[in-house]
């Protein structure tokens, strides 16, 4: 596996693979790599000719200093992970690379998207995301774009910048993986005791079980059970919250919308954890 810490020398190498017809998939992450983003690279290898991953721990999209410098950075173990599920190349930038003249604003209008859930709690967090999105985008320039549902609201709003930009890569959704007693995994999940990873796993058994209620409850009355439910000790939730899929908006009946999310962000150790589940694909 190839490893550039310079946009020139990325570009080298991408546009000598790209003279010789190669599609290029692209996964951005923040490093502190697991399966989750392994289950990435597998689909970016069956879908492009030439995988990519770039590890940014960007600090544009951090409204918390203290979450920025616990952020875990195993470079070392993420380059073998990597090479050993056969990535092409390594983009691994500094932030005077991605950012050589300050970071700039991007103006884009996400209408409502970036207003709800994620963006309640964490201000100017997805600001920073379609900000350093873009800036790879412009780097690597792409034909596919690797991105979880975990972060369902990050590829929605990456989807709508898409869209806004006209901008040709195609984003591809990978769904979620979690460990098998259904905690999704996380760069974050490092950081929990195995107390706390046990524990965690209420997330996605609330998750599951709204899931059930779906048939026979309102999405406000199941908001309240799950929230009352997350409130277990160790626990602090920020938010449950059931939407449209596409515009991230409240519903008030499971029959306003053909696809619903619920959406879930809880503290537990000291650690901000998030998870999702369409409840109506
Ligand atoms: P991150 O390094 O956390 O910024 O994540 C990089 C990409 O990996 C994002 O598109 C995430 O949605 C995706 N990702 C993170 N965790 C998972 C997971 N458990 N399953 C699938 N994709 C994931």
Not at 5 to 24: F, H, M, S
Not at 183 to 190: D, T
Not at 256 to 266: L, R
Request: charged share 25%; with cysteine; aromatic share 8%.
């Amino acid at each position: 596996m190839y490893v550039f810490k310079t946009v020139k020398d990325l570009q080298n190498y991408v546009a000598n693979n790209r003279n010789e017809g190669k599609t290029i998939g692209f996964t951005p992450t923040m490093g502190a790599l697991h399966q989750g983003h392994m289950s990435l690279l597998k689909i970016s290898k069956e879908k492009a000719d030439l995988s990519i991953f770039s590890i940014f721990v960007n600090p544009t999209q951090f409204n918390d200093e203290e979450d920025l410098k616990k952020y875990p950075r195993p470079i070392v173990a993420d380059i073998e992970l990597l090479e050993k599920n056969g990535c092409n190349a390594l983009f691994l930038p500094s932030v005077k690379e991605v950012y050589p003249n300050n970071p700039q604003p991007l103006n884009l209008d996400l209408g409502k998207l970036d207003k709800v859930m994620e963006g309640e709690f964490r201000e100017g967090h997805f600001a920073g995301v379609a900000q350093v999105v873009k800036r790879l985008l412009d780097i690597v320039l792409p034909d596919k774009l690797f991105m979880g549902q975990k972060d369902f609201q990050q590829f929605t709003i990456i989807q709508s910048m898409i869209d806004q930009l006209k901008i040709t890569t195609e984003l591809v959704v990978c769904p979620i993986m979690r460990v098998q007693s259904g905690l999704a995994m996380s760069s974050r999940n490092v950081r929990l005791s195995e107390k706390g990873r046990k524990e965690a796993t209420l997330i996605s058994k609330t998750l599951k079980a709204a899931k059930k209620k779906v048939d026979s409850s309102t999405p406000a009355k199941v908001e309240k059970w799950a929230m009352k439910e997350l409130s277990a000790p160790g626990f602090e939730p920020e938010y449950f919250t059931i939407v449209d899929g596409h515009t991230l908006q409240p519903i008030k009946e499971f029959s306003d919308s053909d696809y619903v999310v619920a959406c879930v962000a809880t503290w537990l150790e000291g650690v901000r954890l998030i998870d999702n589940e369409i409840l109506k694909p």
